[in-house]
């Protein structure tokens, strides 16, 4: 039986309104913000603990207020930003711009990083020691480092490159998700005699491994801030750096960065002063490797 009139024109009625409310209401959608990297806590941790890493905790309580969910898995580093370059993953946690200038960065950096060495205490405190001079003063050593790292886009990176091209041995390199570890175990069963990486990431690892004492962090170079990078091919990255700086400061006037670093036992890196040139710029902006 044919629908009279009236039926047809409330259910015209309907649909019109239904068209007009999807074109006024934005649509929401939920994205899954995938962050990768190696182990590097304090800054990023065991995914399944109960402290992730204060970087990861930033990241979830950003993205969840905006309705977005972060997956961070633990990957070798070179993967980790291979991914990110290809749009496999959203973002890397803990790039400096060192790590490439073709990576989308923020305004607003998760911490700071300084450079140091890992040496046993017994050499620093017995006969002449060591003394960092500059990257020549690393000839005396065996130095661990982390595959696919760059340290200062240097002096440091160009001798370490040139040892590993040598084949000298005075730089050994570690790969995984776990290099620290493993290159802490390296050093007190003697194979290396220093370990190169950042500062806090080194105390972290030495205390969590129960090498105090035992093992001294001596810094060699001025903090920088860390990152992190998102995907340059990734159409949502200008999205992900703005939520990241709008609510790194929000969380800081709240008071909630303090409680979140408070249980890692960081400071916040906004008291730190960083030289200007080593800001990025805009964040929507591709960079020139």
Not at 36 to 63: H, K, M, T
Not at 184 to 191: H, I, N, S, T
Not at 259 to 275: N, P
Request: hydrophobic share 45%; with cysteine.
């Amino acid at each position: 039986m044919a629908a009279g009139p009236g039926v047809v024109k409330r259910w015209a009625a309907a649909l019109l309104l239904a068209v007009l409310s999807a074109w006024v209401t934005p649509a929401v959608r939920a994205d899954v913000v995938s962050l990768r990297s190696d182990l590097w806590c304090p800054y990023n941790c065991d995914p399944d603990s109960d402290q992730p890493g204060y970087v990861v905790e930033i990241a979830r309580a950003v993205f969840g207020t905006a309705g977005h969910r972060v997956d961070y898995r633990l990957l070798p580093w070179p993967r980790a930003l291979e991914g990110v370059r290809r749009g496999l993953f959203s973002g890397a946690i803990g790039a400096t711009v060192t790590d490439g200038r073709d990576l989308i960065f923020g305004r607003e950096p998760v911490g700071m990083q300084a450079n140091a060495l890992a040496l046993p205490t017994a050499r620093l405190t017995a006969g002449p020691g060591f003394r960092y001079t500059g990257p020549e003063s690393l000839r005396e050593l065996r130095v661990g480092v982390a595959m696919g790292y760059t340290y200062d886009n240097g002096a440091l990176d160009a001798y370490l490159r040139e040892e590993e091209e040598a084949g000298s041995g005075r730089v050994v390199s570690a790969r995984g998700e776990d290099v620290i570890a493993a290159n802490l175990r390296r050093l007190m069963a003697g194979q290396v005699d220093a370990v190169l990486d950042s500062a806090a990431v080194l105390s972290q690892a030495i205390t969590d491994m129960g090498f105090q004492g035992d093992v001294t962090v001596v810094e060699i170079g001025e903090a920088v801030p860390v990152y992190i990078a998102f995907s340059p091919v990734d159409p949502r990255a200008s999205q992900y750096v703005g939520l990241l700086d709008a609510g790194i400061a929000r969380l800081r006037s709240s008071g909630s960065l303090a409680a979140i670093l408070t249980r890692y036992g960081v400071r916040d890196w906004a008291v730190r002063s960083a030289k200007s040139e080593d800001l990025p710029r805009v964040a929507d902006r591709q960079r020139d490797h």
